[in-house]
Nanobody, 125 residues
Framework: QVQLVESGGGLAQPGGSLRLSCVVS????????IAWFRQAPGKEREGVICIDSTDGSITYAEPVKGRFAISRDNAKNTVYLHMNNLKPEDTAVYYC??????????????????WGQGTQVTVSS
C-alpha cells in the first residue's frame, strides 16, 4: 500500500520560511504524479504545486508563485515543499498527494488517489 508521511508543519511568522517533507513508501517507481495541496478552514482544497508525471513540468498556484518551490530526493523517496516569505493567508493544512492514474497536469484533487495525513501550517505574529 502506498503511504505518505508528512512532517515539518508548525508555527511560522509572517515573512518566515518553512520546509515540509513527504516520505513516500509502498511504490517502486518515481514516475507518479506528486503534489502539495492545502486546505484552509471553510475553503476548498487547492493544489499548491504539482509535478506532472509525464514530463516533470511544475504547476504553481498563483498565490504561491515566486514564494514556494518543490523538490524531490528520489534516493530518499521524499518530496519537499519549500515555503518562503510566508503570509497569514498561507495558513492551512498542507497535504502531500500521489496520483497513480493521472499525470497531475491539471493540479486538481481528482487526479490524486493517495493522500498524506496533513500537516498544519500556521502563519501568525
Amino acid at each position: 500500500q502506498v503511504q505518505l508521511v508528512e512532517s515539518g508543519g508548525g508555527l511560522a511568522q509572517p515573512g518566515g520560511s518553512l520546509r515540509l517533507s513527504c516520505v513516500v513508501s509502498g511504490i517502486t517507481h518515481n514516475t507518479y504524479a506528486i503534489a502539495w495541496f492545502r486546505q484552509a478552514p471553510g475553503k476548498e482544497r487547492e493544489g499548491v504545486i504539482c509535478i506532472d508525471s509525464t514530463d516533470g513540468s511544475i504547476t504553481y498556484a498563483e498565490p504561491v508563485k515566486g514564494r514556494f518551490a518543490i523538490s524531490r530526493d528520489n534516493a530518499k523517496n521524499t518530496v519537499y515543499l519549500h515555503m518562503n516569505n510566508l503570509k497569514p493567508e498561507d495558513t492551512a493544512v498542507y497535504y502531500c498527494a500521489v496520483g497513480q492514474d493521472y499525470s497531475g497536469h491539471y493540479c486538481n484533487v481528482w487526479e490524486y488517489d493517495v493522500w498524506g495525513q496533513g500537516t498544519q501550517v500556521t502563519v501568525s505574529s
